[in-house]
Structures are given as C-alpha cells and as structure tokens.
C-alpha cells in the first residue's frame, strides 16, 4: 500500500508540564492554512528529546496473577507485546501506570493497590527502568544514563518507592523526586495520549456523548489543565478584589486617626525653644566629657614620655652587665691561669722526683770515688814515709851511724808504733760512735720524709677536697635560681633550645632529660646511695630515634665540648612503665632503688630498667646489714647488688669502697641548707689544711735540721777516717823498717829508686782520682743546685696558687655580687618597663574610651562645640531644664510619645496607602494578561481542533471512508461522524452504525491524529484491533508503523492478541512474544 505523508506541523509544547496547580506558558504558531499543513513534512517533530524518558525494561513480581513477569527489555521505537489472553498484556500497562507513580483507579482496573498484589502473597514489585540520556538529562550527574523506579505494594496497599541511578545506589525514596522526575520527562501517567488501556478506549468507543468525547480531547491535550488554572487565577483575583476593598475601608480609619496625632502634634512646638536648649547643653555636655578625656590622655602621655626618657636602670643595667662580663672573664683568666699553674706543679714535681733519683745515684757514685781517692792519696803518704825513712838509713849508713844509734832508733820506732796503736785504737772507737750517730741519723731522716710525704698526700687529697667544695658551692650558688644548673652552667640554655626546636618540628619526639632532673627521692638520706647506683646516668638524655638524637648532639655542641657532652640513649618511647612481676627484687626490710624514686614519665624508668635494671638493686643503710644480706648467705631473688648510704657496692662475693667520700650533687633537697651544709664543712677543710701545712713547715725544718747535722757528722767521720788511715800508715811504715846493715847501703838505694817510681805512679793515681772527684763533684753542686732550684720554684708556684686561689674565691663572690646585682636591675628595668607598658594599656584604654566619648559626642552633635564651663555645672543646668520640661509635658503630654505616635500613624497610613495601590495596579495588569491568555488558549485551542480533525479525515481516507469531527468550543462538545465506503451520500453518520472493526479502526484514527499534536516520550495503546477484520488490522497496523518511522525518536508501545506475522522486518521494530501462563488440570 502506498504510504502517504503527513505534513503537518506539531505546535511547538513544553516537554516539562506542572501536575498540578501553576502557569503552564504555551507558544502558540499562527494559525495556518490547511493545505499548507497537509503538505508541510513532519519529519521534525520532537526531534529534540532524543532518548530522554524512553522505557528500557519492566519487572513484574507477584503482581495481580502473574508471579514473575519480565524483565521485558523494550527497544527505542516500536514495541509490540503479544500473547493470548491472561498471558499478562494489560498487566505490563498496568504495573507501568502504578509504577510511575498512578493510582489505582487511573487503571481501570480497581480501586485499590493492595487488589495487585497476587493472593496469598505478602507484596507486588514493580520496578520500570528508564533512560536518560540526550541534551537535557535528569541530574545526570547523580543518576547517570539510567534510572531505575522500584515500587514494592503491601497487601495492606501501603506503596514505597526507590529511585536508583545506573549503578543501583538508592538515591531517593521521595515522592516528589518522582513527580519531578516525571515533569522533566513529561510523562503524564494519567493522560490517555499516553497509556490508553481497554477500558478507555471502549469507553470512547461505546460512549453516546459529545461532551464526553470533548472531555477527551482536553485532557489529552492538556488544554482541560490549563482551563483550570486560568479559573483558579480568576478565583484568586476576585478574592484579592475583595480584600483591597476591606483594606480601603481600613485606610478611611487610619487616615482619621493620622489627621488627629498630626493636630496634637503640632500643638506642642510651645516647648521646642526649652528642648532646644536642653539639647545644646547635653551637646556641651558631650564634648566637656571629651575635652577631660583628652586631659586626661595628654597628662598620662606626658608621664609615658618621662617614664621613657629615664634610661638611668637601663645604664645601670648596662654597666652591670659589662661589670659581670669583665668579672667573669676574670675568673676565667684566673681559672686558666690556675690550671696552667697546675700543670706546671705536677710537672716540676716529677722532675724533681727524677732529680732526686739521680741526686741519690751521684752521691753513691761520688763516695765510691771518695773511697778511691783517699785509699790513693793514703797509699801515697805511705810511699813517701817510707822513701823518707830509707833516705834516712841510707844517709846514717852513709855517714856511718853505729850499732848503737840503731838500736836507740829501733826502740824509739817501737814506742813511737806503740803510741800509733794507742791513737788508731781511740780513733776507731771514734769512727765506730761516729758510724752509729750516722745511722741513726739516716734513720731518723728517713722518718722524717716519709712523715712529710704522708702529709704532702693528705695535704693533696685536703686541696682535692677543697677544691671540690669550692665547685659544688659554686653548682649549688648557681642553682638557687635554676635548679637545673646543678647538671651543669649550661643546662638550662641546652633545655631552652630543646624547647624550641621541639616547637619548630625538628624532633619527631621531644627528648627528655637530664634523668637526674626527672627523679626525686622519697628519703633524702637515701641520696649518696642512689647517686652512687645511677652515677653517670644523672646527666643522661633520652631520645626515641636516632634522628632525634642527631638534632639533640648538635644542639649540644653549642654548649658542651665534644668530650664532656652529657650521654644520649636512645630508647622507643612508651606511654607506661614495664611489668616488672617476676622480674624484680622483693626485699622484707630494704627497699629496691626504683622503689626509693619518684619517677613520673615512664620513659625515664623504662631507661634506668633497661641500662641499670634498678628493680634489681637494694639500697642497704648500714654496711653490716648488707654485708650479711648479700654475702652471708643466699642473697634474695632477682638481687644482682646492693648500695649503702655511704655509696658502698654490695656484690654476693666482693665489696667496693669509695676512694673518696661520696657528696650528693643532684639529688639534694634545699639548695640554702646545703649551702650552709656546704660552707661549714668548706671553714672545717681549710682549718684542716691550715693545720697540715703548719705541721708540714714543721716536719720541713725539721727534716732540714736532720739533713746538716748528718752533713757535719759524715764529714767528721771522714776526718777520723782520714786519720785513722794516716795512723795505720805510720804503723806500717814503722813496722816495715828492717834493720839494715851498713854494707846493704846498696840494696837500700835500689829499694829506694824502686819505692821513687811507685810514689810517681801513686801520684798520677791520686790525681786522677782527683780530678774524677772534683767534676763529679761539680756535677753534683750543679744537680743539688737545679734541685734546691725547682723545690724553690714549686713553693713560689705553690704560693702562686695560693695567692690565685684567693683570687679566684674573691672573683666568684664578686660575679656572684654582680649576679645578684644584675637581678635585681634587670627586675628594676622590667617592672619599669612592666609600668610603662601598663600606662601605655590605660593611654590605649583612655584613647578608647576618648574615641567612643568623641564617637557619642559626634553622634550627638557632628560639630565641636567649645565649652568653658565643668561638667558639673552643665549637668546641674540639664537637671534644671529636665524638671522644668517635665512640668510643662505633663500638662501637654510627652513629646517624644506624641511624636512617636504622630510618626507611627503616618508611616501605618503610608503603607497601607502604598500597600492598596500597588494590589490596585497588580489587579489591573493580572486583567490585562488574562486577556491575553486568554485569547491566546483560544487561538491555540482553535488550532489543535484545526490539526486534529485534518489528521483524522486523513487517517480514514486510508480505510476509503469518509470522516469528520466538529468542535463547539461554546458548548463543549465533540462529535464525530464516519461514513462506510460506498455510504458516502448516505445522510447516516452515527457510529453506532459500524462495525466493530471500524469503531476500533477509527478509535486508531483519532488516536494517531492526538499523537500527532501532543508529545510523550513513549505511547501505549492496548489492543487496538480487537475488533478489527484483517484488512482494517493491516491498515491500522501500517498506520502505526508508519506513525513510528516519522516519529522515529519516539518509543511506541502496542498490545495486541493478534499474530503480526505480517510486520515488515525492520530494527526499529521489537515484538515481546509472552507465554501461555500454565495452568493446573481440573480433572478430578
């Protein structure tokens, strides 16, 4: 069959459309000829929604009698469903009117929700997805190209919803999100354009009246809505009539009531003049308080400024501060000064021990070669006596001496040997008194310096001791104002710059430490025992990485040099202490040493667990105790040592002793009682010392006194020894002598020559020896003497250091003068600061308060006024004003109420004059437009009937008949007449007269023909060819498809019972081919 076009234009409608009441704005074309609009193609129409609101699948559970139906999955454009009855057709257009939000008597099909949910079943689930996607999407965004409506009905007919974007998340459950939904896709449920079931379309069919088929025509093209808006307009503007007209009534009263507070106004300007003048006097008032603020900010700046001027605490802070620094510096020098002279003591003092080595071996050498010497020189001596005795004899024989000379020689030589023996008997007696005084003189002497060496010791360790009290003092003078001193000068600085390099993010934790500061004991008398257990731990800091402890060493370096840099443990941080049950020692009597702490961050206990295990360590006081406790028998469980309260370590098989006793440096308690504690033993010490070095002059002289009577007694024994060895000698001599005949003469010369040439050899020895003698000699004068040198040297440095100690005493008490001095100007500068600052807080305060005085005056009155009078006076004068002004109000009445009421009727009678006249106009112009509305749904009403009844006569000229539609807009009525082919001349036009396949075949016209003027993203029509032959079926059914290539954008849903094998195969076209449902034998 040759398919025509149809060429008419669609009138331009909106595709979103209010449900309910509002202004639906309708573009209307002119209207047109009716040849133009059969030829104009339609190929354009509704070219813009694209596939906005097309239905993409539907999903029946336990709906009606259906337990599941679907999904059924509709393509884009035509959708036929096809099955048998009860196969579930109008079902499927069913559950898409309720799943869109329709109620149940928009169906037909009953009246109540819970009549669709299948018997015996709890709920009905609807779910209808649509797409969304094109040019105007549905929030997109959120919902993305799909939207899924799931509907579940109860069977107490409750209904919920959900409205789910692509992916199945829940984006709303509200009904309003629907019906916005539905408006934006132009979806109208309820219109039967739309959806056109059974029961509405044999209601058309079957229907006798022309009102009921006008009724139709309105409602499908939405023109019956927009009548009932422009009646409820119409409705809201009389009821506004008739309010602006109770409201003109109103303003006649507000307007009398305005005229009589505007005459009682205008009776009281008798009073302006003293009103006036109360106003001129509260204006002076004002600015007479600005001027006395402004008196009083000058005076307060001038005392600032005279406060600032006053630089006579920051000179004296000035010269403080270089008075400490000069002073300081000086002790540094004197504290230099005294560690190079002690230096240079120590070594002066080793070399003098090295001297007096060697002194001691050059004496022992130098009496070896005094032995040698005098046994050469006596050996001599006797050479020479006996060469003198046989020149003697020689000379007698010679001169020829008789027998009886020699004989009175021999007993001369025998007395003289008798008296040598005599003489050498008392010498050596002598030599052996003299030899006994000796020794006991060295004995004596060696006493006395090893008296002097002790004493020099205990001197030494009395210095050591002093000089350690002098430093503790020192510490403890230093941590009156900071007790952190006491772990060192610069400890409180090191913390300072812990602090804020913790504040500027440096550290990942901030270090803690010393330990020493973060402990304290619960018995003070514990402390020597506790500080002799942690020992180097007190000034120990802890850090929870090792990065930390990189930033913390070069924090240190600042104020430490690199050898005495307090020790760095690096320990995880924990927030708590760790469980120590089975671990620790548990002692009846004496307490562990982390039971003698009080340790408050877990941090530091943790630490001194881990490298001291103070859990295991007891702390004994008496020194039996922990004797019999660790050693004399098995000591208790989990205990590796012990401490007295003398700093004595306890093991289970030794016991150490300090060398030196023990003093508490950092766990003391009062820093002014330990002082004092301090400074009395520091008077004991050096009465000590003054004591030992008066004994030690003492012993000094003494041992001096010893060492020259020694002298003069050794050199008294070598002159006895001398001369017992000359008396020998003689002896010897006398005794050798043999008496010789006068004819050995010869014999006696030879003996003689012989003897010459030993003296000449005895004399060279003697010599030598000598000579030897003297240069060791001269070597040992040189050695006493360097010694006697650097003994002198080390007393003048000993009085040195003496002299410098004193200075160094007077030094730290002048720095600590000065300290104390520099405190107190620095707390003079900073309460004189403090006071400028606060004068500076009340001129700030005073210029505040002046700014708001001037801010009320200028409120007030904006022009200063000048004023001579005092604030007192021009109050008395506004007081008397005030109760004369009082007196007169109360025989007119209060001004300011008057006027307040005076302005309150004007500004009421105003508004409401306003108010009426702008309803007035509003009421005027809401005629003018409904005019024009009017006039404008008249022409579009005329055109949409023009256009209907074209495309109808259009559609029947397929079928060969000939039909007609007449509008009576006046009457609201429509009727409809078809002529069969071949009954054109016929004057019968009642459809009644036709079959039932040409009822259905027009019923199919008039539907295309409202198709063609209206717009819906999808149509459903249900079993539109019922009735019809097969001829009209396959027309009608060309039609449709025909409809739907124009409309190719547009998704169309028919339901027929019908086969549509003859359909043309096409993409645009889908068929839904539904199941006959099975069905149980009733056969019994």
């Not at 309003?176 to 896709?185: G, I, K, S, W």
């Not at 060295?442 to 310096?449: H, M």
């Not at 020998?728 to 010869?746: G, W």
């Not at 109050?875 to 009445?893: K, P, V, W």
């Amino acid at each position: 069959m040759h398919k025509r076009k149809s060429s008419v234009h669609n009138v331009v409608k909106p595709s979103k459309t209010p449900r309910t009441d509002g202004k639906t704005h309708v573009q209307l074309e002119e209207e047109v000829d009716e040849e133009d609009e059969v030829q104009q193609d339609h190929s354009l129409s509704a070219s813009s929604v694209g596939d906005i609101g097309v239905i993409e699948s539907i999903t029946l559970r336990n709906f009606m009698s259906h337990h599941l139906l679907g999904p059924f999955k509709f393509g884009p454009n035509v959708n036929f469903i096809v099955g048998n009855n009860g196969t579930g057709k109008s079902a499927i257009l069913t559950a898409l009117i309720v799943g869109l939000g329709g109620k149940a008597t928009t169906t037909n099909r009953g009246t109540s929700l819970k009549g669709f949910v299948k018997y015996g079943e709890g709920f009905a689930d609807i779910k209808v997805k649509l797409k969304n996607i094109g040019n105007d999407p549905y929030k997109g965004d959120i919902y993305g190209e799909s939207i899924c409506i799931e509907h579940r009905i109860t069977s107490d007919g409750c209904r919920t919803c959900k409205i789910k974007n692509k992916t199945g998340h829940v984006i709303s459950t509200k009904k309003e999100e629907l019906t916005a939904l539905l408006d934006h896709f132009g979806i109208q449920v309820d219109n039967p354009v739309s959806i056109l079931n059974q029961e509405m379309s044999k209601q058309f069919l079957h229907s006798k009246s022309e009102a009921d088929k006008y009724k139709f025509f309105m409602k499908a093209t939405l023109l019956e809505q927009m009548k009932r808006d422009y009646i409820h307009i119409k409705q809201t503007k009389a009821l506004t009539r008739e309010q602006v007209e109770r409201q003109e009534e109103c303003l006649k009263d507000l307007r009398q009531l305005f005229l009589r507070k505007k005459e009682r106004y205008e009776r009281l300007s008798s009073l302006d003049s003293m009103r006036q003048s109360l106003e001129d006097l509260k204006k002076k008032m004002a600015w007479c308080l600005v001027r006395e603020k402004e008196t009083q900010v000058e005076q307060l700046m001038e005392r600032i400024e005279k406060e600032e001027s006053d630089c006579r605490n920051e000179e004296k802070l000035q010269l403080c501060q270089s008075k400490v620094t000069a002073a300081e510096k000086n002790l540094q020098d004197i504290q230099k000064e005294l560690c190079t002279l002690r230096e240079e003591q120590e070594h002066l003092a080793e070399e003098s021990r090295k001297m007096k080595e060697e002194i001691k071996v050059k004496t022992k050498a130098q009496k070896n070669l005094e032995v040698v010497y005098f046994s050469a020189e006596n050996k001599l001596k006797q050479l020479e006596t006996e060469q003198c005795l046989l020149r003697e004899r020689i000379h007698k024989i010679s001169h020829g001496n008789s027998r009886r000379s020699l004989e009175a020689e021999q007993a001369q030589r025998l007395k003289k040997i008798s008296a040598l023996k005599k003489q050498l008997e008392k010498l050596e007696k002598e030599s052996s008194a003299l030899n006994q005084e000796i020794k006991d003189k060295q004995q004596a002497l060696l006493k006395g310096r090893e008296e002097y060496d002790k004493l020099s010791m205990e001197e030494k360790n009395i210095q050591v001791s002093l000089e350690s009290k002098l430093k503790r003092k020192k510490q403890l003078m230093a941590s009156r104002s900071n007790r952190l001193r006491r772990f060192g000068d610069h400890m409180p600085e090191l913390l300072e710059s812990i602090n804020k390099a913790f504040v500027q993010g440096r550290f990942i934790k901030k270090p803690v430490g010393p330990i020493g500061a973060c402990i304290s004991l619960k018995d003070p008398s514990l402390a020597v025992a506790v500080e002799s257990c942690l020992k180097g731990f007190m000034k120990t800091f802890c850090c929870d990485n090792y990065m930390d402890e990189k930033v913390l060493q070069e924090l240190m370096s600042s104020y430490f040099p690199k050898g005495s840099r307090p020790q760095i443990i690096v320990c995880r941080f924990t927030d708590s202490v760790y469980n120590l049950q089975g671990r620790g020692v548990h002692h009846p009597e004496f307490p562990s040493v982390l039971d003698c702490l009080n340790i408050e961050n877990p941090v530091i206990a943790n630490c001194l667990i881990d490298m001291r295990s103070i859990e295991s360590i007891l702390v004994i006081k008496e020194k039996a105790c922990a004797r019999k406790v660790m050693q004399g028998s098995r000591p208790p469980r989990n205990c590796r040592e012990a401490f007295t309260a003398d700093g004595d370590q306890v093991y289970t098989n030794r016991y150490y002793t300090p060398e030196h006793e023990v003093l508490v440096q950092y766990l003391g308690g009062d820093p002014e009682a330990e002082i004092r504690q301090v400074e009395l033993e520091l008077e004991n010490i050096q009465a000590q010392l003054s004591r030992f070095q008066l004994h030690l002059s003492s012993v000094k002289e003494d041992i001096q006194l010893m060492e020259e009577k020694q002298r003069s007694v050794i050199m008294a024994s070598k002159k006895n020894q001398e001369n017992i060895n000359k008396v020998k000698a003689s002896i010897t001599e006398l005794e050798n002598i043999e008496e010789v005949q006068a004819e050995d003469i010869s014999s006696l010369e030879e003996d003689a020559q012989e003897n010459e040439q030993k003296i000449e050899s005895e004399r060279r020895n003697v010599k030598e020896a000598q000579d030897e003698l003297k240069k060791h000699e001269k070597v040992l004068m040189n050695i006493n003497q360097k010694y006697k040198d650097v003994k002198n040297k080390m007393e003048q440095l000993s009085d040195e250091k003496e002299q410098l100690k004193e200075e160094q005493d007077k030094a730290e008490t002048e720095c600590s003068k000065l300290d104390k001095t520099l405190k107190i100007l620095e707390k003079k500068l900073e309460d004189h600061q403090a006071n400028i600052q606060a004068m500076k807080d009340e001129l700030s305060f005073k210029k505040e308060e002046m700014q708001d005085c001037q801010a009320k005056a200028k409120e007030i009155c904006p022009v200063r006024q000048q004023v001579n009078q005092s604030p007192r006076c021009i109050d008395t004068e506004i007081t008397r004003l005030r109760q004369i002004i009082s007196i007169e109000e109360s025989s007119h009445g209060d001004k300011e109420r008057v006027i307040r009421e005076y302005a309150e009727a004007h500004t009421n009678y105003k508004s409401k004059s306003s108010q009426l006249r702008d309803l007035r106009k509003f009421i005027d112009r809401l005629d003018n437009i409904m005019i024009d509305r009017q006039d404008r749904y008249k022409s579009m009403r005329r055109s949409l009937s023009v256009r209907c009844k074209l495309y109808f006569n259009n559609f029947m000229m397929q079928l060969n008949c000939c039909g007609s539609m007449m509008f009576d807009h006046i009457n609201e009525t429509l009727s409809i007449s078809v002529k069969p082919p071949g009954q054109e001349k016929n004057n019968v036009n009642d459809m009644r007269s036709l079959s039932g396949g040409e009822r259905s075949f027009s019923t199919v016209c008039f539907i295309l023909a409202l198709w063609e003027i209206t717009e819906s993203p999808f149509r459903c029509l249900d079993e539109f060819d019922v009735y019809m032959d097969m001829h009209n079926r396959s027309i009608s059914m060309n039609l449709l498809v025909a409809l739907s290539e124009r409309q190719h954008l547009r998704q169309f849903i028919f339901i027929t019972p019908q086969s549509t094998s003859h359909l043309p195969k096409s993409s645009h076209i889908t068929i839904h081919q539904l199941q006959d449902p099975e069905r149980e034998a009733e056969e019994e």
